[in-house]
Structures are given as structure tokens and as C-alpha cells.
């Protein structure tokens, strides 16, 4: 019947074509395709931000560029069923081997020096065989690596652009940025290339992201996906503000939240990459974490603004400053601190060497201390505030025998913990240490960390709880609130030999 039915369409469809090939066609040029009645003249305010747009996509986008990737992976290669013998297929003994082949990536840029200087992602171009950049007019180049800043996701490239003029972008001034502001995001999503679009800064100064790196993130609507990293979100003046960097995503597309890392901070690190080859940071030598709101409340602090100091590392610019633990930082150099990571971010953004000014509140009172910040990573740093800090982000304590992870939404459901807990994710455990003689094993999370004057201190990040553990001297005790599972318990540990 259904093929019936679908014969019949068939034949309808045929008769009405026929009847429709038998009609008399007009004379070209008689119909007027297309006109109908429009405004005599459109909005002055509409038609002056689209005549921005386009004049700021003219004067930016010819400083954009592709990066193309290439690396050489090796994949497991399958099984390959041997002719068949006797009616029954026979396999191979053993793994199968393993292949190379190469991987194809790549995202934005754009350039920021006409002797062939190129900014981008870090994340874009790490571990990459073969790098390529291409101009808008399709020119391509190879690329070398100047430097990379993991931390801040910033990486420089240089090609050599021989006789060919390169069109470079100009800064803006990122502090300068307003939310409501417009801003266009011009890359190559999904490698499209030379794509813009628009949206407004929707917020400043995101840092809610998991992870040990330095965020200070620009928040913006306009649409960005996967091959936009690395590229320019620029102002109507045509001046770069940030550059676009990740989304949030529950589809891995994208889904109106976007973030870009201001240029400012950007340049800072583009600018020792160039002359130096390695990123400095400024370093104040403390152990800081958020306002909670009931400390907030009690002290009357408004906004839960402020950074608390857990602990001062002896010998570290700010013990030397004066800084205490329990100190809550309100200002930097004049400018009020609006919690931990706002505090760590900018004296991070600052050379060593430099004075500053940190405003403190101390047993219910206001003071004023003065800092001459040290080099973060010098060997200045005192070690015993110090975990060893892995490639993978991971960080060790050798006295404890753990290695210490971000415990993020991913982790939790790997894990079987519970949604709601806050604090770090155990990676491993070394074999005979304090960690492992009282059971912590790889999958718990930390959540507490209470020292000798019975405070709690909230397990808020994988490289504070190193800090505070490396801290405890050998022989030292520390008691921790592990979770396993839905298990919560509390182990005591005491410090073992220092293995570094």
C-alpha cells in the first residue's frame, strides 16, 4: 500500500510539472525582481554602530591570522584478521602495534610587531611538530615558538616575513573596559576564516574557572567557538582589549559566555617572552584564600571583599613587609583587592623589585604595610612553602607522599564523590609514605587541612594545600578531613624526611 502511495505522488508530481513546462515564460527584463518599498532612511544611531563595525573589521582584520598545527601522535593500531584458514579467521598474537600519524589543529592570531612577532593561545600551539601562520590574502609562513606562558594561556610566535608588509594590530587599555561596552571577536571558528562577530562585555574580572593558572577573564556574548582561540576582541576604536581564549560549554559550541584574557596582562607577558624568554612575577610570599560571608559579616566587610592571609612564608617579602596571618589584604597600592585570586593576580602582573602598598585589616583595626615584592619561582622563595609543581599541573608534597590534583565536576563523578564537596583531588600516593600508612589513597579529596591550633582551613586549590603542607617541618603533625567516596573522616599525619 505504501508503495501505492508513493506512486501516485509520483505521478502527480510528473503531471503537474508537464502542465507547468506549458506555460509561456515572461519577457526578460519585464518583472521588477526585488522591489519593494524600503525605509527612506535607516536609524542614524543603527546606521552609525554598523558603519563602526565594518570600519573596525577594515582596519583589524588584516592583522588577523590562521595558525595551522600539525603534531605525530601515536595511535594503537587494531588487529588485523589473517586470511582465513580452515573456515575460521585467524588473528594476530600479541598487542597490536602501534602507528604514527599526524594530527591537524589550529586557531587564531594576530600580529603585534611588524618583524613578524604573532600573539596567540598557549594552548593553540604547545607541543606542536609544525606550525603555520597564514595572512588574510592567503600568504603562509612557518612559525617558531618565542615563548610559551602556560599559566596565562600566551604564547608568541615569529615568522620571517621577508618583503611582504604586515599589517600589525594596536593595543587598547583593557582597565579601561566597561560592562555594556561593544566589542568584536574577529578568528577563524570551526577554521572559518576571517570571521567576525559582535556582542558586549558582559563581565571583568572572571576567575570563578578551575585550574592553577592566572585568570583575570574579560566576559564577553559575542560568539566565539573552537579555532577563534587566540584571536583579537577588539573595541570600536579597532584597539585589541583581549584575546579570546575558551567558552562555556555544555555542547563544546558555542553557548553565549565567552572569556578573552585582558591585553593588558597579555602584553606584560608577550613583552618577556620577547626579551627574556621566560615570564617573571612579582611574589609576595603568602598563603591567601577568599572572605567567607560569616567573616565578612563579622568584621563588616563590605562585599566579602578582601584576601585572607592563612599563612607568611619566613624569610618572604611580606613577612619582611610585616604581614601576619589572619590579616585580611583590603587594598593593593590604592586599589581595593576583591578576593584572592584579584590579589594574586596582580602582584603576579608585577616585576620583582617592585613597592607596594598593601592595606590590612588586624584585629579590627586598619594599617598599612610596604612591600618590596620578591621573584616568584627564585630560589629566594623559601622551599618549605613550596610543593613541587608538575608539567601537568599536579603538585607534590614529599613529606606526605601525595600528589595533588584540581578536584573539579569531571573528577567527582570519576571518583564517586559526592557533587557537593569542595576541595582537592589526591592524584596519587607514593608507596610507604605517611599518606599511604594511614590509608589515603589515589581518588580521595582533601577537604580540610587543620593545623596544631586546631583552625580549619578549607582545601580551596591544589597548590595552597601543598603550600601549607610543605610548610609542616619533618616530624611535624597535621590533621586532614578526607573524603572517599560518600565517607568523610579525619587522619592524622606526621611529616616524614624532606626526599627532595
Known amino acids: 500500500m505504501r508503495h501505492q502511495v508513493s506512486l501516485s505522488c509520483i505521478l502527480l508530481l510528473g503531471t503537474v510539472g508537464w502542465s507547468a513546462s506549458d506555460t509561456a515564460r515572461p519577457v526578460r527584463g519585464s518583472l521588477h525582481l526585488g522591489d519593494g518599498s524600503q525605509l527612506a532612511k535607516p536609524p542614524a544611531v543603527a546606521q552609525e554602530l554598523s558603519d ?45 602495534p602501534e602507528q604514527k600519524r599526524k594530527e591537524m589543529g589550529g586557531g587564531s592570531g594576530f600580529v603585534i610587531d611588524a618583524r613578524g612577532y604573532v600573539l596567540t593561545n598557549a594552548h593553540v600551539v604547545k607541543d606542536q611538530d609544525e606550525i603555520k601562520v597564514e595572512l588574510p590574502d592567503r600568504t603562509r609562513f612557518d612559525a617558531k615558538v618565542v615563548g610559551i606562558d602556560e599559566k596565562a594561556d600566551v604564547a608568541v610566535l615569529r615568522i620571517d616575513p621577508g618583503k611582504t608588509r604586515l599589517s600589525v594590530a594596536a593595543f587598547g587599555d583593557s582597565d579601561k573596559l566597561r560592562i555594556g561596552e561593544w566589542v568584536l571577536a574577529l578568528g577563524n571558528p570551526y577554521m572559518f576564516r576571517n570571521t567576525v562577530t559582535a556582542g558586549i ?32 576582541l577588539v573595541n ?29 596582562m597579555a602584553k606584560r607577558i608577550a613583552e618577556d617572552l620577547i626579551y627574556d624568554g621566560v615570564v617573571t612575577r612579582g611574589w609576595l610570599g603568602m598563603v591567601i584564600e577568599d572572605v567567607d560571608p560569616e567573616l565578612a559579616d563579622a568584621l563588616r566587610i563590605p562585599g566579602r571583599n578582601g584576601a ?16 601576619k596571618a589572619g590579616d585580611i589584604v583590603l587594598d593593593l597600592s590604592g586599589k581595593p583587592v576583591t578576593g584572592s585570586a584579584d590579589l594574586r593576580n596582580r602582584v603576579a602582573s608585577m616585576r620583582p623589585g617592585t613597592k607596594v602598598d598593601l592595606h590590612v585589616l588586624r584585629d579590627g583595626k586598619e594599617t598599612d604595610l610596604s612591600v618590596t615584592l620578591g621573584k ?24 606526605f607522599g601525595l600528589k595533588l590534583g584540581v578536584l573539579g565536576d569531571k573528577e567527582k563523578v570519576a571518583n564517586g564523590l559526592p557533587a557537593s564537596i569542595r576541595g582537592v583531588l589526591v592524584v596519587d600516593v607514593a608507596q610507604g609514605s605517611p599518606a599511604q600508612e594511614k590509608g589515603i589513597r589515589a581518588g580521595m579529596a582533601i577537604l580540610e587541612f587543620i593545623d596544631t591550633d586546631r583552625k580549619d582551613i578549607v582545601a580551596g586549590s591544589p597548590s595552597v594545600l601543598a603550600k601549607l603542607l610543605a610548610g609542616i617541618p619533618s616530624g611535624g603533625t597535621v590533621a586532614l578531613k578526607v573524603a572517599d567516596h560518600d565517607q568523610i573522616r579525619l587522619v592524622g599525619l606526621r611529616a616524614g624526611e624532606d626526599k627532595r
Open 52 to 96: 563602526a563595525f565594518a570600519a573596525v573589521v577594515q582596519q583589524v582584520q588584516p592583522a588577523v591570522v590562521t595558525v595551522y598545527t600539525t603534531r605525530t601522535i601515536e595511535v594503537q593500531a587494531q588487529g588485523i584478521p589473517l586470511p582465513f584458514l580452515f573456515g575460521f579467521p585467524q588473528e594476530q598474537e600479541g598487542p597490536p
Open 201 to 232: 562585555v558582559s563581565a571583568l574580572g572572571r576567575n570563578e574557572m578551575e585550574g592553577e593558572g592566572y585568570s583575570d577573564y574579560i566576559q564577553t556574548d559575542a560568539a566565539v567557538n573552537p579555532g577563534n582561540s587566540g584571536g583579537p
Open 236 to 264: 570600536l576604536k579597532g584597539e585589541v582589549v583581549g584575546i579570546n581564549s575558551s567558552i562555556w560549554s555544555r555542547s563544546g559550541g558555542y553557548q553565549g559566555i565567552s572569556f578573552a584574557i585582558p591585553i593588558d
Open 308 to 323: 585572607k592571609v592563612v599563612q607568611v612564608a619566613p624569610g618572604s617579602p611580606a613577612m619582611a613587609g610585616g604581614a
Open 376 to 399: 616568584l619561582g627564585s630560589t629566594s622563595e623559601d622551599s618549605s612553602m613550596a610543593g613541587l609543581e608538575g608539567p601537568d599541573g599536579t603538585y607534590l608534597v614529599p613529606r
